[in-house]
């Protein structure tokens, strides 16, 4: 996991088990701009972690559920108490707050180049995978998806790209 400004809390020493939680498929949409016409300036980009209701709620649930199994008589003995600022996270509220504070991401990105129809006013790619508004130049990978898909990004993104290979190789047959 990522945490905030790429930096884990630090915890007293001793033995820790951890959960991931995660909303695999969020409502939230964030941006990447470019910073400059120079090429070799890193791009703006803002992730948009938690920024809708339901991805809030959904984090909220899991980490709930999280707490909730770990708190089961099957760990007992194994699992004494949570640590750092999930401690002290027990209302709705503070388990929003700690979500906000600890979300980050798995590095399974996407959407950065979305595709939609070939007469839409937004996205990046229309359906055979050609950058909109430029000659020659396709976009294969899983930032054409204009949502994250509900599972991993692999088995998809493999899908467009045998897709794409077969509209390459009908393009200059």
Known sequence: MVFMNGVRPPLASGNFFSIGTAVVSPTSRGWLRLNSTNPFDPPLINPAFLETEFDVFAMRSVVKLAKRILASPAWA???????????????????????????????????????????????????????????????????IFPFVPGAHTQAPTYIIAERAADMIKAFWA
Request: glycine letters at 10%.
């Open 77 to 143: 003995g194994w699992i004494i108490e949570p640590a750092g600022a999930l401690a002290n996270a027990n209302t709705d509220e503070e388990l929003d707050e700690y979500a906000r504070n600890n979300t980050g991401t798995t590095c399974h990105a996407v959407g950065t180049a979305a595709m939609s129809a070939v007469d839409a006013p937004f996205g990046v790619v229309n359906p055979d995978l050609r950058v909109k508004g430029v000659q020659g130049l396709r976009v294969v990978d899983a930032s």
